[in-house]
């Protein structure tokens, strides 16, 4: 019984992918078995399934053989949404399959907003998902950030730093607590343990990042009655350090 279901089923399938290529008549299109019944969401996190299908609003009567680059559309347009694909399955599902943005840090307004690689406000509550992640501050309230770029321009910058740093080195990305706009254009990243500021010109290269950490790594070591709170990694090949003296009892 089962051998005689799968071959019908085949059978069926084949008739209809027939009829797709011959291309379906208007009538045969609007039948109900073409009716979409079923809407599946892949790859959504923070979108439920029902968010998903709310944001596609599907027509009344909808068929699969409509076309689907509206409802492409219309998710693609969410702010979460950072890509989207909709493909049928006979004879009545649509699939859709989603890529979402994600946070990388939070920029601080009158309240956390988080921010996506590429500077894009994220409709998200950090304290509903409990994010804990680096700081980003575009402005220019501090004393060493001198650009003249626009905000979003700088925040654009600083969240594709934090992706890149991410990607080079996931253990030291995990210490931040901040990335800032510096001098010069520069990137400012401030670690928690050990508490140093890092200075750098964008974009951070691999194996700047590693001399800077070497560097790091030997003054931590060597010093004993002053401790490092700055590296400058913008000159060449040089990695300057500053230290401030230990106030011990």
Do not use: C
């Not at 920029?107 to 690689?117: E, I, R, Y």
């Amino acid at each position: 019984m089962r051998k005689e279901r799968r071959i019908f089923f085949l059978l069926v399938t084949a008739a209809v992918s027939g009829m797709v290529l011959a291309g379906i008549p208007e009538s045969a299109a609007n039948l109900e078995l073409f009716h979409v019944d079923r809407f599946d969401v892949e790859g959504g996190r923070h979108l439920s399934s029902e968010e998903v299908r709310s944001i596609a609003a599907l027509p009344t009567g909808a068929t699969i053989w409509d076309s689907t680059d509206p409802v492409a559309e219309r998710i693609q347009s969410h702010p979460l949404v950072q890509d989207v694909r909709v493909r049928r399955r006979i004879p009545s599902t649509l699939r859709v399959e989603l890529r979402e943005r994600e946070p990388v840090g939070l920029v601080a307004g009158q309240v956390l907003m988080p921010v996506d690689g590429e500077g894009n406000v994220l409709p998200l509550d950090p304290a509903d998902l409990r994010l804990d992640l680096p700081l980003l501050a575009p402005g220019a309230d501090r004393e060493e950030d001198d650009s003249d770029e626009p905000v979003p321009t700088r925040v654009a910058l600083l969240a594709s730093e934090l992706v890149r740093i991410g990607d080079l080195d996931p253990h030291f990305a995990a210490q931040l607590s901040e990335i800032r706009a510096g001098p010069d254009g520069g990137v400012i990243l401030s670690l928690t343990d050990p508490r140093v500021d890092l200075t750098y010109n964008p974009p951070l290269r691999p194996g700047r990042l590693r001399e800077g950490l070497l560097v790091l790594a030997d003054a931590l070591e060597r010093t004993e009655d002053a401790a490092p709170t700055a590296l400058d990694l913008r000159f060449g090949d040089q990695v300057v350090v500053r230290f401030t003296k230990s106030t011990g009892n």
